[in-house]
């Protein structure tokens, strides 16, 4: 069965600041991973994804995440961080075989302070 | 592009009452997928539907839940009857494409918070 563990609830980072937010997973096939942030009342918001190829993927807002397949990691980074980036993040992660499903941690609260 | 439409965004009900609520994926998506989302929590698929037929329904509780996507665009989930621990916001996400593509974007909708009291 695949998994995602997120094992932060909370990260609070100074604007300005570079800021990451961990993820690991665990599947049995090749992983596709994905970042999704949800702001209060709304609805999750695609961030990036990794497939395949280049290990560093940049995404929306500034945010790019590093795939460490021996780590089994999927860190959310950003150089520096901006007070509209408080948010609630999810990582998710499904596999290659066939119609695995997405499967998501239990997210990460990120906290910008002024 | 319009999003995935949901509706209502709110819904307060008894415990044992009935409950619908009603997805428009975005337009030309051939997938849709319902979520559960309870506080706390990420995420947990319930049914995903491929045009108009069903996918996987493995974690769909269908002693009470029932969903249906007849003409192959938007979906209604059902609850009948509702209990406290179904409380939570009921996600719909869409991705372009049919067959097993995993590597597809999902895109979600706003959600439904119910609360069952």
């Known amino acids: 069965a695949q998994s995602v563990a997120q094992p932060e609830d909370q990260v609070n980072v100074a604007e300005g600041n570079p800021l990451t937010v961990k993820c690991t997973y665990s599947?049995?096939?090749?992983?596709?991973l994905f970042w999704y942030v949800q702001y209060p009342n709304r609805g999750l918001q695609f961030l990036l994804k990794?497939?395949?190829?280049?290990?560093l993927v940049k995404g929306s807002y500034g945010f790019e995440a590093e795939f460490n397949k021996s780590q089994t990691s999927f860190h959310l980074k950003k150089p520096s961080a901006l007070v509209s980036d408080s948010a609630l993040y999810f990582c998710?992660?499904?596999?290659?075989?066939?119609?695995?499903?997405?499967?998501f941690g239990k997210g990460t609260m990120l906290l910008v302070s002024p | 592009e319009a999003g995935v439409a949901q509706s209502p965004r709110y819904k307060i009900i008894e415990k044992r009452q009935s409950v619908a609520f009603w997805c428009n994926p975005i337009?030309?998506?051939?997938?849709l997928y319902w979520y559960q989302q309870i506080l706390g929590q990420g995420p947990k698929l319930l049914i995903q539907?491929?045009?108009?037929?069903?996918?996987?329904d493995s974690q769909l509780p269908k002693d009470r839940f029932s969903a249906e996507r007849l003409k192959g665009v938007d979906s209604t989930l059902k609850i009948q009857p509702a209990k406290l621990e179904d409380s939570a916001v009921y996600l719909c996400?869409?991705?372009?494409?049919?067959?097993?593509?995993?590597?597809?974007?999902?895109?979600f909708g706003p959600g439904t918070r119910l609360t069952v009291l």
């Open positions: 996400a869409s991705s372009l494409r049919a067959g097993t593509s995993v590597t597809d974007t999902q895109y």
């Open positions: 599947v049995s096939g090749n992983p596709y």
């Open positions: 990794y497939i395949t190829g280049d290990n």
């Open positions: 998710a992660v499904r596999d290659d075989s066939g119609y695995s499903t997405l499967t």
């Open positions: 337009s030309g998506h051939a997938t």
């Open positions: 539907f491929q045009n108009n037929g069903v996918v996987d």
